[in-house]
């Protein structure tokens, strides 16, 4: 079955320094991937999509990449701010236009 | 900045009542969502619905789930008999794009409590 994973151990950084969060899916080819945060309590916002043709995408501090060979996309913050404190959910289309299929996210807190 | 709306943001229900979540998707986005997240678990697809009908559903969403857009601007999941199993955040989310790939603007979810 189509399975999604995320580091599942919290991440822990200090202020400055670059988070990189893993996503690593089995058992399917998505055609795309998309980034979100969640902060407790509330609802997943987006950040970053990136398709299966592309191997790299940025955004401000951000930065995504996608190897569909590795099925890894690994997620980047750089410059990270204790604002950047949140989990971050990672999920893939499942072969049509409008399902996605949900990681269990990565918990980050960025210390000052 | 436009964005999604729901109501209630808590509901606590007794088992094998009736709830009825409601959403108010971003205006000029055409597909609309219910995905849902049990307490510490991964967020899970119910049912998207397009040009007023259910384009793809998940085994979730059985004969006791059922939505409707009943007025062009609410997007509303009814939970007929609710079951103990059923309490989580339900989130509603909309999308414009009628390609692949479009993101999905989320709410901040509906908790639903069943005692």
């Known amino acids: 079955s189509q399975k999604i994973e995320q580091n599942s151990e919290a991440l822990n950084i200090q202020e400055g320094k670059t988070a990189t969060l893993t996503c690593n899916y089995t058992?399917?080819?998505?055609?795309?991937l998309q980034w979100y945060r969640q902060d407790p309590g509330r609802g997943p916002v987006f950040l970053l999509l990136?398709?299966?043709n592309e191997k790299e995408k940025r955004k401000e501090r951000l930065k995504v990449t996608f190897d569909t060979t590795l099925k890894q996309s690994l997620f980047h913050i750089t410059a990270s701010q204790p604002a950047d404190s949140a989990t971050y959910l990672c999920?893939?289309?499942?072969?049509?236009?409008?399902?996605?299929?949900w990681g269990l996210g990565t918990s980050l807190a960025v210390n000052p | 900045e436009p964005e999604v709306t729901q109501t209630p943001s808590h509901q606590v229900t007794q088992m094998g009542q009736e709830v009825i979540l409601r959403c108010v998707p971003i205006?000029?986005?055409?597909?609309f969502y219910w995905y849902r997240q049990i307490l510490g678990q991964k967020v899970e697809f119910l049912v998207s619905?397009?040009?007023?009908?259910?384009?793809?559903k998940s085994e979730i969403f059985d004969d006791q789930f059922s939505v409707e857009r009943p007025d062009g601007s609410n997007f509303t999941l009814k939970i007929r008999s609710t079951k103990l199993e059923d309490s989580a955040m339900y989130f509603c989310?909309?999308?414009?794009?009628?390609?692949?790939?479009?993101?999905?603007?989320f709410g901040e979810g509906s908790r639903l409590t069943v005692l």
């Open positions: 619905f397009y040009n007023n009908e259910i384009s793809e």
């Open positions: 990136i398709r299966e």
């Open positions: 989310a909309s999308s414009k794009l009628q390609g692949r790939g479009g993101e999905l603007f």
């Open positions: 205006s000029n986005h055409l597909y």
């Open positions: 999920a893939l289309d499942a072969g049509n236009n409008r399902k996605l299929i």
């Open positions: 058992n399917y080819s998505p055609a795309y």
